[in-house]
């Protein structure tokens, strides 16, 4: 497999979902990489404050909150939790990866 024949199609699929004409620079795709992971990680941590939330009104007796609300709420941050942990346990191999490879 190819992989500068990829990671070339892979940045023209980028440009033309972007309407860009140039090829983005080092610092830019650093910037977007840190933006998107910023923005997943905020994402988490949202889902996990709106599952607590629900689960404090649930135990207090808030009528509006069902069981299958808390649970489901509950499962959605449980299972973005774990994709976190994945994308950062793939991030430090690949680091890991890097920094052993020959200079």
Avoid: C, H, W
């Amino acid at each position: 497999m190819r992989i500068d024949g990829f990671q070339s199609e892979m940045q023209a699929m980028m440009m033309e979902a972007t309407g860009t004409k140039t090829s983005p620079t080092g610092q830019q795709v650093a910037n977007d990489f840190g933006d998107m992971l910023s923005r997943a990680i905020n994402n988490v941590n949202g889902l996990q404050k709106t599952s607590g939330d629900l689960q404090m009104r649930f135990d207090r007796g808030d009528e509006d909150v069902s069981l299958s609300d808390v649970m489901i709420a509950r499962n959605k941050s449980s299972v973005a939790f774990e994709a976190t942990i994945q994308v950062r346990n793939k991030l430090v191999e690949a680091y890991k990866e890097l920094m052993n490879m020959p200079v």
